[in-house]
């Protein structure tokens, strides 16, 4: 489904993760765990099409079993922005909100992007948040003011409304406390299993990464291994 092999990511200049080779199966989890700074989160970005490559040898994107390879690291701008908007999402390590907007239009967004009609989405972002084991209602409150763990819920709930092929998470359950993260991770990886979809999973946790993955790479210092 997604396929890398010799690619190099970083900054500019700075190589952080050297020659790395991964297989992300179609419909089941892969983990990416180790040292905090090791390059996760660069890692994942780049195989979410966020950043590109140092460098690259094969790095292919197989969309369903009789597609044929996308080879990611030469596609234009405009292609890699299409297949984002169709394909992926994301929920990010530092929640990216629109900050402006309340809890409702932020979950709606990639569903009103798609032209799916008013009552679904209220359906949908009414079943998310029930979910999301929030302790107070929605209200209208820009996302501004809601508190680290409530905004990490609104972005979990985006990207499973979004109904990706491929979600790609960067510690998504970080500043939650160890019973809604449990609650929360259950939902998450529900979802995920009752609609195959493929997902990558960052995280410090080593139990959930056990429990719910069926794959784990780690992070060595310049390289990544699998280690089951
Ligand atoms: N935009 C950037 N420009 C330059 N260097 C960066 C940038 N973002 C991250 N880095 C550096 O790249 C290295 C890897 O960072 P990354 O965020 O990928 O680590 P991580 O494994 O996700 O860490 P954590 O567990 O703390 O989230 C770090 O040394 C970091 O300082
Ligand atoms: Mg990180």
């Given at each position: 489904?997604?396929?890398?092999?010799?690619?190099?990511?970083?900054?500019?200049?700075?190589?952080?993760?050297?020659?790395?080779?991964?297989a992300?199966?179609r419909?089941?989890?892969?983990?990416?765990?180790?040292?905090?700074?090791?390059?996760?989160?660069?890692?994942?970005?780049?195989?979410?099409l966020?950043?590109?490559?140092?460098?690259?040898?094969?790095f292919d994107y197989?969309?369903?079993?009789?597609?044929?390879?996308?080879?990611?690291?030469?596609l234009?701008?405009?292609?890699?922005?299409?297949?984002?908007r169709?394909?992926?999402?994301?929920?990010?390590?530092?929640?990216?909100?629109?900050?402006?907007?309340?809890?409702r239009?932020n979950?709606?967004?990639p569903?009103?992007?798609?032209?799916?009609?008013?009552?679904?989405?209220?359906?949908?972002?009414?079943e998310?948040?029930?979910?999301?084991?929030?302790i107070?209602?929605?209200?209208?409150?820009?996302v501004?003011?809601l508190?680290?763990?409530?905004r990490?819920?609104v972005g979990?709930?985006?990207?499973?409304?979004?109904?990706?092929?491929?979600?790609?998470?960067?510690?998504?359950?970080g500043?939650?406390?160890?019973h809604?993260a449990?609650?929360v991770?259950e939902?998450f990886?529900?979802v995920?299993?009752?609609?195959?979809?493929?997902?990558?999973?960052?995280?410090?946790?080593?139990?959930?990464?056990w429990?719910?993955?069926q794959?784990?790479y780690?992070?060595?210092?310049?390289?990544l291994?699998?280690t089951?």
């Amino acid at each position: 489904m997604l396929i890398a092999e010799g690619l190099s990511v970083g900054y500019g200049k700075t190589v952080i993760l050297k020659d790395v080779s991964i297989a992300v199966p179609r419909g089941q989890m892969t983990a990416i765990v180790g040292v905090t700074g090791g390059g996760k989160s660069t890692l994942l970005q780049t195989l979410g099409l966020l950043a590109r490559p140092l460098a690259s040898g094969r790095f292919d994107y197989i969309a369903a079993p009789d597609s044929s390879p996308l080879p990611l690291a030469t596609l234009r701008q405009g292609q890699r922005n299409h297949l984002i908007r169709s394909d992926f999402a994301y929920v990010f390590q530092r929640v990216e909100l629109v900050n402006h907007w309340d809890a409702r239009s932020n979950i709606s967004l990639p569903l009103l992007s798609r032209g799916v009609p008013q009552p679904v989405i209220d359906e949908t972002v009414r079943e998310l948040w029930d979910c999301m084991h929030f302790i107070r209602p929605m209200d209208g409150r820009p996302v501004a003011q809601l508190s680290g763990g409530e905004r990490q819920r609104v972005g979990i709930a985006r990207a499973l409304a979004a109904q990706p092929t491929v979600v790609f998470a960067d510690e998504p359950f970080g500043s939650l406390d160890p019973h809604t993260a449990n609650d929360v991770m259950e939902h998450f990886f529900r979802v995920l299993g009752e609609r195959a979809i493929t997902g990558v999973l960052v995280t410090h946790d080593l139990e959930a990464a056990w429990n719910h993955c069926q794959q784990e790479y780690q992070i060595h210092e310049t390289s990544l291994e699998r280690t089951r």
